[in-house]
């Protein structure tokens, strides 16, 4: 009996890209990066992500799609040193062509043992602005370090955000490695669902006439609950169907901080506090606005999120909300609750018809500018050239 052999050919990927993050929970950064992977896995290119620390929330999804992830499993400052050594040795057993860092930690650790082990292109990702507004002391020192070895670590610098390149700038890093990619969106994930919005009303208790702010956000000083809160307690004062959604790490009735500043109203049944959620789009589509009232930020991803979604936007004024938005009656001076509150009035007094209209021009932009396949072939250009 004769038999047939079909010869199948496996192309060798052209490149390999080795990703180092501090974490893969849900966050701005990780979320670009699992984006950024999904666009460009068939442009013959492989990745590899190594966490810093644990695999977290994303990092299962990204093992699932069939990419490579690795974990370090780093929990203290004192074992970054060991993580140099272990970096260096997965790098020369990957043997990557291009490293690419994401945000401090991983530019400092993560570009040392790239360099060290003769990495040839090592591509820093910083994603922050401002953040001696919030930030620790230990990540102050890794930016100040960082700063001064950019003019020989990375060839690259990528900031999300022309004002968080203008402050890193500022900080000493290298200029002449400066270049700016704004995050982009996944537009197919990105998109109102009527049915995906009435189920996750239903499920967290709103009424269909009740108009429902967002705001999504790790709870930290840098994102400046405080003020949304004082903000929203003056217009559940004034409106009796207007709830708020809180939706991010720490954002949990366990916070004792939120919740004490919540206790001096009568009106704290309002607040829903949904803790971190994998379906941050659904959460967004069951809204009716958002609201980003950080007192710093790079390019603020979740704004644009909410834009491709066709939520009417309302934020403080930092990094380049403004920019992204690109509608200053709704931005704000950081930090100013009564003037949120005054802007987020404006917004609920919209009649539906118009909020509609509003949140369609928000995603016309989104389409236009910053669609994840624009973005991704600026980083394909980049890994390849």
């Known amino acids: 009996m004769e038999h047939t052999y079909v010869s199948i050919m496996v192309r060798k990927p052209e490149m390999k890209v080795v990703h180092i993050i501090i974490d893969l929970n849900v966050g701005g950064a990780e ?79 993560g570009g040392i043992s790239a360099k060290l082990a003769g990495v040839k292109k090592i591509i820093w990702c910083v994603r922050s602005t401002d953040i001696s507004k919030g930030g620790n002391k230990l990540t102050l020192l890794i930016r100040w370090l960082c700063a001064k070895i950019s003019s ?58 009740d108009v429902v702010v967002c705001s999504v956000g790790r709870y930290s000083p840098v994102k400046d609950h405080s003020t949304f809160i004082s903000a929203a307690l003056q217009l559940a004062e004034e409106f009796s169907n207007v709830r708020f959604l809180l939706v991010g790490r720490g954002l949990t009735t366990q916070n004792k901080i939120i919740m004490t500043q919540l206790s001096v109203s009568c009106h704290s049944d309002k607040f829903i506090l949904l803790g971190e959620r994998s379906d941050v789009p659904a959460c967004l589509n069951a809204s009716d606005i ?25 934020t403080s004024n930092v990094g380049d909300a403004a920019f992204l938005l690109d509608k200053v009656d709704f931005v704000v001076p950081a930090g100013n609750s009564y003037l949120l509150a005054q802007k987020l009035r404006e917004v609920i007094l919209l009649s539906r018809k118009n909020r509609t209209k509003l949140g369609r021009i928000l ?10 396949d624009t973005v991704a072939n600026k980083y394909l250009s980049l890994y390849k050239n």
């Open 31 to 109: 979320l670009m990066l699992q984006r950024l992977i999904k666009h460009t896995a068939d442009n013959n290119v492989e990745h590899v992500v190594i966490s810093l620390t644990d695999i977290g929330t994303l990092g299962e999804e990204i093992l699932k799609s069939g990419v490579d992830v690795k974990c370090l499993n780093i929990n203290s400052p004192i074992k970054y040193a060991t993580s140099l050594l272990k970096l260096y040795k997965l790098f020369t057993k990957i043997k990557p062509d291009v490293v690419h860092t994401w945000m401090y930690h991983s530019d400092l650790i």
């Open 152 to 209: 020989f670590i990375p060839d690259t610098i990528v900031y999300a955000a022309n004002a968080s390149k203008e402050v890193h700038e500022q900080c000493g890093y290298d200029k002449n490695k400066s270049l700016v990619i704004a995050n982009g969106f996944d537009l197919t994930k990105l998109s109102p669902d009527k049915f995906s919005r009435s189920d996750l009303r239903k499920e967290i208790g709103l009424a269909e006439n």
């Open 290 to 314: 958002f609201c980003l009232h950080s007192v710093t930020e790079g390019f603020p991803n979740v704004l644009g999120e909410a834009m491709a979604m066709g939520i009417p936007s309302v």
């Open 363 to 372: 995603r016309l932009r989104i389409e236009n500018e910053f669609s994840m």
